[in-house]
């Protein structure tokens, strides 16, 4: 990927599919995540939006943010109405009452939607080999209702429904590991991501719709209004995670790990903690215990990652 | 000539979308449904319907998938039963809401707990305001024939919103009855192919479902409502036309040996055979009896029921589901409401009877009448009575 990026810039839309003018909190790396994955996409796709920030931002009635055919309907169900498009567009490209021009179905969900209450139906979708991009936006809790906690929210973090208090450190589980799931239902294609490294986004999500059957890709989102995070380091702040390994880059083609770019000397975890208020309240000895679990996680992904290229 | 052949009533709802060329269908297995989506999934393995068969992993994704496959413009079909009708409560108002043409069939069955899998409308009645049409059919001709009109109904332009067609299960989904499936050609000059208007395209993008602040919910509802109510003239109409062209005629409510009568029973679904039969035996008796049976159920038809009613002094009514703690059988309490503002009206009587899978018998009718003539002569404390129960 590395060697695009110089020339990548001119090779991105200008055209804006997430338009501007939608309701996202200043700092929102969310909306710069879809804004960025929708050039990738194109204008030939059809959106199936699962209800969270990113849907209440971009829709309130009369307006919409929306530049492609877009369907919002429940929480949880993102995927399987995501499997009626796909399902209809097959059914009607075949009976001659649509021109077949290969339109791709994206479902796009936080990861409220996603891990939790959505899991079920992403899992059914995927399994039953529906031709769709799920793409998780990941800020790490419910944010829309109010940054209460999901199961994607890291150990330590302080959020309302898991708050740090006296007897109390905040989240006290480790975030699930979604692409990991989502490989183990042998789909062609899992993929991390972070729009504080766009053009590595941008392909990925290019090759993820490209890609027939089901694909996935997740992106951590920063939260400016739920990390308590200063809105103006967001992208910094997605450097940080990618930099300390807390969320390594990566694809997993076929089953085959490929690290998106390693880092050979990782920054210390603290260097990403410090900087929001959801972990203020963590003691060194609690921050010793997450960077040996980063340090251990990063090291059998990269076992993962090279077992595949020997 | 379509001819009469002896076949499951399931098998011939399962036709009957085939004659309707669905071009999606998303199902999750249920007793006493699952006969209907198992034929189906036969006949798109054989090519013998052309359709996407989604095997979905519940029957929330089951309406979930109908709502994408709807809105992106396909025929879509489901069906469910007691269990999987409640799994889906939340996704039906969305279908209706979002105006998407989807048609179900619901196997009525009992709810747990404790389990059973036998036949009662506590799941229709938990479903009564999701804002479908919804309409009870008596046997397996009817039900053919309004899975066809389901569709024209739905798809109307006027009306775009999803059509629920109740069947008894196992009363009706698990029995062999002599019916006419029509002929293709004939189906296809009664069922145009769907258009739905805005359909999910890149052509066009339209944006569908989003939320909506307090200045323009009641604006949308209020919309949605007289929509609903709107419908039931094309509803009339699709009948009518369906009528003159297979020689079958539907209405809203259907009267039988009602002349006369001033002791009406009232009841819907296949329940309604039995209660011909009954009311046949009481007039060979000599005793004027009528039956007055519900067929459309949203929108609710007020003019239809204050007509079919308005001779008669004792209206007893039957129904097949209990509202705990609350003013009797659903039924019987809207008719009551629908009743409430005539100068004259009926005494209504409310039963509650056949609850997860009970059968009545035509005898059971008979002492359903005479225990109904008692209450209404004497009066009565209790909102309702339980008919056949053990104490
Ligand atoms: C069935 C149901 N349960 C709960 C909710 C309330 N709810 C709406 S959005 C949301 C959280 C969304 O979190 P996530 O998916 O992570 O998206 P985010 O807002 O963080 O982008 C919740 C709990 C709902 N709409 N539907
Ligand atoms: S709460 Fe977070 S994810 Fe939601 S719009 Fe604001 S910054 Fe974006
Ligand atoms: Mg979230």
Same mark, same amino acid.
């Given at each position: ?20 003018? #939608? ?43 929306? @530049? ?28 001659? @009452? ?43 809790? =419910? ?122 000397? @990782? ?13 203020? #309240? ?13 340090? @251990?996680? =990063? ?12 | ?66 709502? $994408? ?23 039906? +108002? ?66 775009? !919103? ?5 069947? *008894? $299960?196992? +009363? ?23 258009? +739905?208007?805005?359909? !999910? ?7 569908? $479902? ?36 297979? $020689? ?31 009311? *046949? ?9 009528? !039956? ?100």
């Amino acid at each position: 990927m590395e060697t695009y990026t110089v020339y990548a810039p001119k090779l991105v839309t200008r055209k804006e599919y997430f338009a501007p003018g #939608h309701r996202a909190c200043i700092g929102c790396a969310e909306a710069l995540a879809l804004r960025l994955a929708c050039k990738a996409i194109g204008p030939n796709a059809i959106i199936v939006n699962a209800t969270g920030c990113m849907e209440i931002v971009s829709s309130q009635l009369p307006y919409t943010t929306w @530049r492609l055919p877009w369907i919002h309907t429940l929480f949880e169900n993102t995927a399987a109405v995501a499997s009626g498009v796909d399902a209809a567009l097959k059914a009607m490209v075949r009976k001659g @009452r649509r021109e077949d021009k290969g339109v791709k179905v994206v479902a796009v969900g936080g990861d409220g939607a996603t891990a939790d209450i959505g899991l079920q139906a992403l899992s059914g979708a995927m399994e039953r080999g529906h031709n769709f991009l799920y793409i998780c936006l990941d800020n790490e809790a =419910y944010m829309n209702t109010g940054i209460q906690r999901s199961s994607s929210t890291p150990f330590g973090a302080s959020t309302t429904t898991s708050p740090a208090g006296k007897v109390s450190i905040g989240q006290v589980t480790w975030k699930k590991n979604m692409p990991a799931i989502c490989a183990a239902h042998n789909i062609p294609y899992v993929a991390t991501a972070c729009p504080s490294y766009p053009f590595d986004l941008i392909a990925k999500v290019s090759k993820a719709v490209s890609i027939k059957g089901p694909a996935y890709v997740h992106i951590l989102s920063v939260c400016p209004t739920g990390w308590r995070s200063a809105p103006d380091i967001s992208v910094r702040l997605g450097r940080l995670a990618v930099e300390t390994g807390i969320f390594p880059l990566y694809e997993i083609e076929n089953g085959q790990y490929k690290l998106s770019r390693d880092t050979i000397k @990782r920054r210390p975890v603290q260097d990403y903690l410090k900087l929001q208020g959801r972990f203020r #309240h963590l003691s060194a000895e609690l921050i010793a215990q997450i960077q040996e679990r980063v340090d @251990r996680e =990063y090291t059998q992904l990269q076992e993962k990652a090279r077992g595949h290229q020997g | 000539m379509a001819t009469k052949t002896g076949v499951e009533v399931s098998i011939a709802i399962a036709d009957a979308v085939k004659l309707a060329n669905a071009d999606v269908v998303a199902a999750y297995p249920i007793t006493p449904q699952t006969h209907i989506v198992e034929h189906l999934a036969e006949l798109v393995a054989n090519g013998e319907l052309d359709a996407e068969y989604i095997p979905v992993e519940s029957e929330h994704s089951a309406m979930s998938a109908c709502l $994408g496959a709807s809105a992106t413009g396909a025929r879509v079909f489901t069906a469910t039963a007691g269990q999987g009708l409640e799994l889906m409560h939340e996704v039906l +108002y969305v279908a209706a809401s979002m105006q998407l043409p989807i048609v179900m069939t619901v196997a009525n069955r009992a709810l747990s707990a404790p389990l059973s899998v036998w036949g009662d409308h506590s799941d229709v009645m938990a479903v009564r305001d999701t804002g479908w049409v919804q309409m009870f059919v008596e046997n397996g001709q009817e039900a053919v024939d309004n899975t066809i009109c389901a569709f024209r109904i739905a798809e109307d332009r006027r009306v775009l !919103l999803p059509v629920m067609v109740h069947v *008894d $299960g196992f +009363y009706l989904t698990h029995v062999i009855e002599p019916l006419t499936l029509p002929e293709q050609a004939e189906v296809d000059k009664f069922l145009p192919p769907n258009d +739905y208007p805005l359909p !999910l395209w890149p052509d066009k993008p339209v944006a569908m $479902g989003d939320f909506a602040p307090p200045v323009i919910y009641s604006e949308a509802k209020k919309a949605q409502e007289v929509n609903l109510r709107k419908a039931k003239q094309p509803i009339l109409e699709c009948w009518e036309e369906f009528g003159k062209q297979f $020689g079958r005629y539907y209405h809203p409510v259907e009267s039988y040996k009602t002349e006369g009568a001033k002791v009406l029973l009232f009841t819907m679904g296949s329940f309604s055979e039995t209660a011909m039969t009954a009311v *046949d035996k009481m007039r060979g008796e000599g005793k004027e009896i009528g !039956l007055v049976r519900l067929r459309l159920w949203r929108p609710f038809p007020f003019a239809e029921l204050r007509q079919a009613v308005k001779n008669a002094d004792v209206l007893i009514i039957l129904d097949r589901a209990l509202s705990y703690g609350g003013p009797g059988g659903p039924v019987a309490s809207e008719v009551k409401a629908a009743l409430y503002g005539e100068a004259k009206r009926p005494k209504v009587v409310s039963f509650i009877a056949g609850l997860g899978g009970r059968d009545i018998t035509v005898s059971g009718f008979e002492q359903i009448v005479s225990r109904g003539i008692e209450l209404a002569q004497k009066g009565s404390e209790e909102e309702y009575e339980m008919f056949g129960v053990r104490e």
